[in-house]
């Protein structure tokens, strides 16, 4: 389908030309064909579908670099605990109890949410992949999806149990797959969850296949001091030593960082995602963000699942990662708007794999667009444009969704997902799972 977008404000992300005013852009089978100024189109170009640009910016959608949308039937359910406690006392028990449906049913919400605002793509990690995979293929969403070659069970006590060939069959039936909107990566949970032997399986299975690994890494004070303890190492050297980085790394959250640990992300080229909201409700820290950025390191963001969260609302994490270091360090230059955009959009696209593609409004790319609609007091006057989209824009003023050359909402009507449907299953599975009477 052809579609172009008329008199429309542009920011871009591309840094050749960060922000344009008044200008057409015309979609050919998915891929941002022109980019003109308004009036100015190609006389050959014969639009399917005109969306108007009046009062409204347009940006590349948002990339959630690091969540678990399986998650979302836990929303609101295990609240002001520490991680270990909500980890293995609240949400492992939980777990357990979760069915394939489950997932689809709670991956079809998440995704109903984030492209309400504003998500065009996503990298998550949970159990029962494939039924999260349908699901994603359904709503017409971006992702990167990663399954464990190594499955747990809480039987008791944390009982772990080898599935390094359903990791292969995933990779297989998946990577690639809804015109290659999803890419697959191996997960590995963490460098506590996973022993040494496994960890360099797992680092070899992604060398393998040729894909990436994604990983939580540094969330807690007790993580490095419990990897320190029993290696004499901390989890960021263990994934050098183990071939873990020696791969394309998604690396969630790396809030308890060295200055050692930071020179090996950044040699390896390892993308750390940003979590603020998750870090700061368990507790866990504040990721020095700066530092990160001052090596050179491709600093992404991301919500973590709902259970930690408790949204999946990108527009809050930028916000955030805009505020937080700022407060950190008592220094009003760190983390500018622009940086936190670009952290939730070309950065995001980058750690997910897709960055030659997307996350950037320029010539060639696959056109992932979002539209706000700008008339609203809380966005007049606009003035600098990074500014108003990271400090005074909300999740609710996304207008429209594009991903791929498909329009998955028009006007905040979603096109792809049953929206009631799904809001009816999910609350009756969180009852049956929380056993809410
Ligand atoms: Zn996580």
């Known amino acids: 389908m052809n579609i172009l977008i008329e008199g429309i404000d542009i920011l871009t992300a591309d840094p050749t030309s960060e922000y344009k005013r008044n200008a057409d852009i015309g979609i050919i089978n998915g891929i941002i064909s022109f980019i003109t100024p308004s009036g100015r189109i190609p006389p050959e170009f014969k639009a399917d579908k005109k969306l108007s640009g009046l009062k409204k910016l347009a940006m590349p959608g948002l990339v959630n670099a690091h ?34 449906e489950d997932v689809y049913w709670s991956t079809l919400l998440g995704a109903a949410e984030m492209i309400r605002s504003g998500t065009t793509a996503f990298a998550d990690m949970y159990l029962h992949m494939d039924h999260a995979a349908e699901a994603v293929c359904e709503t017409g969403l971006r992702a990167n999806l990663s399954r464990s070659p190594i499955d747990f069970h809480n039987d008791g006590g944390l009982k772990a149990v080898d599935a390094f060939d359903k990791c292969r069959d995933y ?8 015109e290659d909107k999803i890419k697959v990566y191996v997960e590995v949970h963490s460098t506590y969850l996973m022993d040494i032997e496994s960890l360099k399986k797992a680092a070899d299975l992604a060398a393998e296949l040729r894909t990436g690994i994604h990983i939580h890494l540094l969330e ?50 390892v993308n750390a995602i940003h979590n603020p909201t998750s870090n700061l409700k368990l507790g866990s820290g504040i990721s020095p963000v700066p530092a990160l950025l001052d090596a050179g390191i491709n600093v992404a963001l991301g919500t973590d699942g709902v259970a930690s969260n408790n949204n999946l609302n990108m527009f809050e994490e930028m916000h955030l990662a805009a505020l937080i270091h700022k407060g950190v360090a008592q220094n009003p230059e760190l983390v500018t708007a622009r940086q936190a955009f670009r952290m939730a959009t070309v950065n995001g696209a980058k750690a997910l794999g897709f960055g030659n593609d997307t996350g950037m409004i320029k010539v060639g790319m696959k056109a992932d667009i979002i539209l706000l609609d700008i008339d609203k007091p809380h966005l007049h006057p606009m003035n600098d444009p990074h500014s108003a989209v990271v400090y005074s824009a909300q999740g609710a003023d996304v207008h429209t969704v594009i991903v791929n050359g498909a329009i ?27 056993d809410v009477l």
């Not at 949308?69 to 605990?81: E, F, I, K, P």
């Not at 990779?171 to 809804?178: E, P, S």
């Not at 790396?254 to 050692?260: A, P």
């Not at 997902?417 to 049956?432: A, G, M, Q, T, Y």
């Open 171 to 178: 990779f297989r039936n998946w990577n690639g797959n809804a």
């Open 220 to 269: 807690t004070a007790s993580e490095r001091k419990d990897s320190l303890e029993k290696y004499g190492k901390s989890p960021v050297e263990i994934c050098k030593d183990t071939g873990i980085f020696n791969v394309p790394v998604i690396g969630a959250h790396l809030v308890h960082v060295s200055g050692d640990d930071i020179n090996i992300l950044g040699a390896a080229g």
């Open 67 to 100: 969540t678990h949308c399986g998650m979302t039937a836990m929303r609101n359910s295990a609240d002001d605990l520490s991680l270990q406690k909500w980890l293995f006392e609240r949400i492992f028990p939980i777990e357990e109890k979760m069915t394939d």
């Open 408 to 434: 998955l909402m028009e006007n905040r009507e979603l096109k792809t997902i049953d929206e009631e449907k799904v809001k009816f299953k999910v609350n009756s599975i969180s009852e049956r799972l929380f």
